[in-house]
């Protein structure tokens, strides 16, 4: 088994992966500012404050760190933050493991929204990044990687939206349709990129067991419409859908540049990742609503 470091492993998704390593059999250690277990460890990037003696002998690192891209409005120190929690960590990981003689894998969390706004075209990893505001976020995350590729196989893990009942988006989206208050957004045509918080744990722990090629991968089950998604979703809630659309023009009043996040969309082929032998247990967005509701 490998002694695995997460940085920034403390959020949900690092406590998530951590409990799967875990009982795997795997050594973690979580990189943290606020240490509350025994294997966390303090760390501070932006001090380059780090016990080099604990970590210089891993063999994995993850890297989870990343203010929430849809936590807040898009004011100009907001977006500082969303790259400086990126960029900057990525960079001092890279300081820290550059001489590694043991490191074999570093692992990053990315966002799925680094290609071009298309709601027709279907990317692939070989595609180009996107000129707006969240490609160029990412382009400049997975690449402040690039001094690790020397050092050992490196990996981006373009995430798309987690569903899970009690986080993140699908919260956010559920909560009103409980309420009877649901409705499509924007035209409701744009597409919809997801993935099953079960299926992206396990995409990880297929990496760290399998090795495939370096490189990014897509972490996305099937590709549907916002207006698709929604009613799907009500259906799992027995809920019905009875107001109007949102019209794109009030989200983007309400969230300024953010309302991209909801307003628009790319299609992505998650076909390189399955053909390393990883296989989804939710594949289908009706599969996943259903586990993750109708059994609770």
């Not at 470091?5 to 992966?17: P, Q, R, Y």
């Not at 279907?122 to 595609?127: A, M, R, S």
């Not at 899970?164 to 409701?188: E, N, Q, R, W, Y």
């Given at each position: 088994m490998s002694?695995?470091?997460?940085?920034?492993?403390?959020?949900?998704l690092?406590?998530?992966?951590e409990?799967a390593?875990?009982?795997?059999?795997?050594?973690?250690?979580i990189?943290t500012?606020?240490?509350?277990?025994s294997?966390?460890?303090?760390?501070?990037?932006?001090?380059?404050?780090?016990d080099?003696?604990?970590i210089?002998?891993?063999?994995?690192?993850?890297?989870?760190?990343?203010?929430?891209?849809?936590?807040?409005?898009?004011?100009?120190?907001?977006?500082?933050?969303?790259?400086t929690?990126?960029?900057?960590t990525?960079?001092?990981?890279?300081?820290?493991?550059?001489?590694?003689?043991?490191?074999r894998?570093y692992?990053?969390?990315?966002?799925?929204?680094c290609y071009?706004?298309?709601?027709?075209?279907?990317?692939?990893?070989?595609?180009?990044?996107?000129?707006?505001?969240?490609?160029?976020?990412?382009?400049k995350?997975?690449?402040?990687?690039?001094?690790?590729q020397?050092v050992c196989?490196?990996?981006?893990?373009?995430?798309?939206?987690?569903?899970?009942?009690?986080?993140?988006?699908?919260?956010?989206?559920?909560?009103?349709?409980?309420?009877?208050?649901?409705?499509?957004?924007?035209?409701?045509?744009?597409p919809m990129?997801w993935i099953?918080?079960?299926?992206?744990?396990?995409?990880?722990?297929h990496?760290i067991?399998n090795?495939?090629?370096?490189?990014?991968?897509?972490?996305?089950?099937e590709?549907?419409?916002?207006?698709?998604?929604?009613?799907?979703?009500?259906?799992?809630?027995?809920?019905?859908?009875?107001?109007?659309?949102v019209?794109?023009?009030?989200?983007?009043?309400?969230?300024?540049?953010?309302?991209?996040l909801?307003l628009?969309?790319?299609?992505?082929?998650?076909?390189k990742?399955i053909?390393?032998g990883f296989?989804y247990?939710?594949?289908?967005?009706?599969e996943?609503?259903?586990?993750?509701?109708?059994?609770k």
């Amino acid at each position: 088994m490998s002694k695995i470091v997460i940085a920034g492993g403390t959020g949900f998704l690092g406590g998530l992966l951590e409990s799967a390593l875990l009982k795997a059999g795997h050594e973690v250690v979580i990189l943290t500012r606020q240490p509350r277990a025994s294997n966390h460890l303090y760390w501070n990037p932006s001090t380059t404050q780090v016990d080099l003696q604990a970590i210089l002998d891993a063999e994995v690192v993850v890297n989870l760190c990343g203010s929430g891209i849809a936590e807040k409005r898009w004011t100009a120190s907001r977006k500082k933050e969303l790259y400086t929690s990126r960029i900057e960590t990525t960079q001092f990981l890279c300081d820290i493991f550059d001489q590694s003689k043991t490191l074999r894998q570093y692992i990053s969390a990315s966002g799925i929204n680094c290609y071009p706004i298309s709601s027709s075209r279907v990317y692939t990893e070989n595609d180009p990044y996107g000129e707006d505001f969240v490609s160029q976020l990412v382009q400049k995350w997975e690449g402040a990687s690039d001094p690790l590729q020397s050092v050992c196989s490196v990996y981006h893990m373009r995430i798309s939206m987690v569903l899970h009942p009690t986080f993140g988006a699908l919260k956010k989206m559920s909560t009103p349709i409980k309420l009877g208050l649901g409705s499509v957004l924007g035209s409701g045509q744009q597409p919809m990129t997801w993935i099953h918080h079960e299926d992206l744990v396990q995409s990880f722990l297929h990496i760290i067991a399998n090795r495939p090629a370096s490189g990014s991968y897509n972490l996305t089950g099937e590709v549907v419409t916002n207006q698709t998604f929604t009613h799907q979703l009500a259906k799992v809630l027995k809920r019905p859908i009875l107001l109007p659309k949102v019209p794109g023009f009030v989200l983007k009043l309400v969230l300024g540049s953010m309302s991209q996040l909801l307003l628009t969309g790319i299609k992505a082929d998650p076909n390189k990742l399955i053909e390393t032998g990883f296989s989804y247990r939710f594949p289908t967005l009706e599969e996943a609503l259903n586990n993750l509701y109708e059994s609770k």
